[in-house]
Protein backbone atom coordinates (compact mmCIF):
# COMPACT_ATOMS: atom_id res chain seq x y z
CA UNK A 1 0.00 0.00 0.00
CA UNK A 2 3.14 2.17 -0.26
CA UNK A 3 4.23 2.58 2.87
CA UNK A 4 7.38 0.79 2.39
CA UNK A 5 10.45 2.75 4.18
CA UNK A 6 10.88 5.89 1.84
CA UNK A 7 7.47 6.03 0.74
CA UNK A 8 6.14 9.66 0.70
CA UNK A 9 3.45 8.50 2.93
CA UNK A 10 5.89 7.60 5.63
CA UNK A 11 5.99 10.69 7.45
CA UNK A 12 2.41 11.23 7.61
CA UNK A 13 1.77 7.91 9.46
CA UNK A 14 5.19 8.51 11.79
CA UNK A 15 3.57 12.05 12.36
CA UNK A 16 0.70 10.93 14.31
CA UNK A 17 1.92 7.62 15.19
CA UNK A 18 0.64 5.41 13.08
CA UNK A 19 1.25 1.67 12.05
CA UNK A 20 0.59 0.92 8.20
CA UNK A 21 -1.11 -1.97 9.45
CA UNK A 22 -3.52 -0.04 12.06
CA UNK A 23 -4.77 2.37 8.46
CA UNK A 24 -7.49 -0.16 7.58
CA UNK A 25 -9.36 0.10 11.34
CA UNK A 26 -8.75 4.00 11.72
CA UNK A 27 -9.69 4.15 8.07
CA UNK A 28 -13.06 2.25 8.93
CA UNK A 29 -13.71 4.23 12.16
CA UNK A 30 -13.84 7.30 10.60
CA UNK A 31 -16.55 5.78 7.71
CA UNK A 32 -18.77 4.23 11.08
CA UNK A 33 -18.57 7.43 12.36
CA UNK A 34 -20.26 9.33 8.71
CA UNK A 35 -22.28 6.24 8.61
CA UNK A 36 -24.00 6.98 12.08
CA UNK A 37 -24.18 10.27 11.11
CA UNK A 38 -26.67 9.54 8.16
CA UNK A 39 -28.58 7.61 10.23
CA UNK A 40 -29.06 10.25 12.94
CA UNK A 41 -30.04 12.62 10.07
CA UNK A 42 -32.47 10.52 8.47
CA UNK A 43 -33.98 9.58 11.53
CA UNK A 44 -34.32 13.11 12.78
CA UNK A 45 -35.74 13.98 9.60
CA UNK A 46 -38.41 11.55 9.29
CA UNK A 47 -39.29 12.53 12.88
CA UNK A 48 -40.06 16.19 11.54
CA UNK A 49 -41.42 14.69 8.79
CA UNK A 50 -43.73 12.66 10.85
CA UNK A 51 -44.49 15.44 12.53
CA UNK A 52 -45.77 17.39 10.04
CA UNK A 53 -48.23 14.86 9.10
CA UNK A 54 -49.50 14.76 12.23
CA UNK A 55 -49.84 17.87 12.73
CA UNK A 56 -52.00 17.76 9.56
CA UNK A 57 -49.87 20.05 7.30
CA UNK A 58 -50.87 18.80 3.49
CA UNK A 59 -47.59 17.78 1.63
CA UNK A 60 -47.87 17.42 -1.78
CA UNK A 61 -44.63 15.81 -2.67
CA UNK A 62 -43.68 13.34 0.03
CA UNK A 63 -40.20 12.89 -1.41
CA UNK A 64 -39.19 16.30 -1.86
CA UNK A 65 -39.98 17.24 1.42
CA UNK A 66 -38.05 14.58 2.74
CA UNK A 67 -35.20 15.33 0.49
CA UNK A 68 -35.68 19.41 2.27
CA UNK A 69 -35.36 18.04 5.56
CA UNK A 70 -32.89 15.88 5.48
CA UNK A 71 -30.58 18.29 3.25
CA UNK A 72 -31.26 21.14 6.27
CA UNK A 73 -30.19 18.39 9.22
CA UNK A 74 -27.09 17.76 7.11
CA UNK A 75 -25.78 21.28 7.08
CA UNK A 76 -24.69 20.79 11.06
CA UNK A 77 -22.47 18.79 12.61
CA UNK A 78 -23.02 15.51 14.18
CA UNK A 79 -23.10 16.88 17.76
CA UNK A 80 -26.09 18.91 16.88
CA UNK A 81 -27.61 15.52 14.83
CA UNK A 82 -26.82 13.67 18.04
CA UNK A 83 -28.28 15.99 20.54
CA UNK A 84 -31.64 16.83 18.11
CA UNK A 85 -32.24 13.06 17.90
CA UNK A 86 -31.77 12.70 21.89
CA UNK A 87 -34.14 15.67 21.88
CA UNK A 88 -36.61 13.53 19.95
CA UNK A 89 -36.70 10.71 21.96
CA UNK A 90 -34.87 8.81 19.10
CA UNK A 91 -32.08 7.42 21.51
CA UNK A 92 -31.95 5.38 24.69
CA UNK A 93 -29.54 6.91 27.36
CA UNK A 94 -26.53 4.18 26.45
CA UNK A 95 -27.83 4.80 22.75
CA UNK A 96 -26.92 8.67 23.26
CA UNK A 97 -23.48 7.66 25.07
CA UNK A 98 -22.34 5.67 22.43
CA UNK A 99 -22.96 8.81 19.63
CA UNK A 100 -21.38 10.73 21.85
CA UNK A 101 -17.86 8.41 22.43
CA UNK A 102 -17.97 7.86 18.85
CA UNK A 103 -17.98 11.82 18.38
CA UNK A 104 -15.34 12.82 21.17
CA UNK A 105 -12.77 9.52 20.02
CA UNK A 106 -13.45 11.64 16.48
CA UNK A 107 -12.97 14.92 17.18
CA UNK A 108 -10.00 14.28 19.28
CA UNK A 109 -8.39 12.92 16.04
CA UNK A 110 -9.25 15.66 14.11
CA UNK A 111 -9.58 18.78 15.43
CA UNK A 112 -5.99 18.66 17.07
CA UNK A 113 -5.28 21.01 19.55
CA UNK A 114 -1.85 20.98 21.87
CA UNK A 115 -1.60 17.96 24.05
CA UNK A 116 -5.14 16.46 22.10
CA UNK A 117 -4.27 14.37 19.41
CA UNK A 118 -4.20 10.64 19.60
CA UNK A 119 -5.19 7.88 17.54
CA UNK A 120 -9.10 7.44 18.49
CA UNK A 121 -10.18 5.76 21.54
CA UNK A 122 -13.27 3.63 22.41
CA UNK A 123 -13.93 2.34 25.78
CA UNK A 124 -10.11 2.95 26.67
CA UNK A 125 -9.07 0.80 23.99
CA UNK A 126 -7.66 2.26 20.53
CA UNK A 127 -9.65 1.59 17.46
CA UNK A 128 -7.03 0.77 15.73
CA UNK A 129 -6.51 -2.62 17.85
CA UNK A 130 -9.15 -5.37 17.33
CA UNK A 131 -10.57 -5.00 20.86
CA UNK A 132 -11.50 -0.99 20.06
CA UNK A 133 -12.44 -1.78 16.56
CA UNK A 134 -14.62 -4.56 16.96
CA UNK A 135 -16.48 -3.08 20.20
CA UNK A 136 -16.82 0.26 18.62
CA UNK A 137 -18.19 -1.13 15.46
CA UNK A 138 -20.64 -2.98 17.24
CA UNK A 139 -22.09 -0.83 19.44
CA UNK A 140 -22.70 1.60 15.85
CA UNK A 141 -24.44 -1.62 14.46
CA UNK A 142 -26.47 -1.51 17.73
CA UNK A 143 -27.77 2.23 17.45
CA UNK A 144 -28.04 2.24 13.45
CA UNK A 145 -30.04 -0.94 14.33
CA UNK A 146 -32.27 1.06 16.66
CA UNK A 147 -32.78 3.88 14.57
CA UNK A 148 -33.63 1.46 11.94
CA UNK A 149 -36.56 -0.02 14.26
CA UNK A 150 -37.58 3.02 14.83
CA UNK A 151 -37.62 4.29 12.15
CA UNK A 152 -39.55 1.16 10.58
CA UNK A 153 -42.18 1.96 13.25
CA UNK A 154 -42.37 5.64 12.06
Not at 46 to 71: N, T
Request: glycine share 8%; net charge negative; proline share 6%.
Amino acid sequence: MGTEPGHPWRPFLEQFGIQPQELERLALFLLAHAHLDRWLIHAIALKGFSDRVKSGAVIADPDAAMDALIAQYAGGPFGDHMHRANRDGLLRPDMFSICDKVNEARNHFLHWKPGRFRVPSYQGQPVTTEAGFVQCLSDVGTVVAALADRMDAT
